[in-house]
């Protein structure tokens, strides 16, 4: 569950770099989503070794059906005369 959000927490500091201020402003800056990362590495640091597996591979399943539905999932139609 955590793993989800180090990547959020860190696409924050990506797109206020890359993308430019926004009309949301966090007090403290870049200090809340640097805690909120340090906080989901703390959490993350306890998990067991089956957990670890479990989530790999779960993730690596996800990749390939990305990957095919990318591949094999938007082909164009062709039209027929």
Not at 36 to 44: D, I, K, M, N, S
Not at 46 to 65: C, E, H, P, Q, Y
Request: aromatic share 8%; hydrophobic share 50%; proline share 9%.
């Amino acid at each position: 569950m955590f793993a989800q959000y180090v990547p959020t927490c860190l696409a924050v500091l990506v797109l206020r770099r890359t993308k430019g201020p926004s009309t949301l402003t966090l007090p403290l800056g870049p200090a809340i989503p640097l805690l909120a990362t340090l906080g989901c590495v703390l959490f993350l640091n306890g998990i067991k070794r089956d957990d670890v597996i479990f989530s790999l591979a779960t993730l690596a399943v996800g990749i390939a059906l990305h990957a095919a539905w990318r591949a094999f999932g938007r082909r164009p139609v062709l039209e027929t005369p």
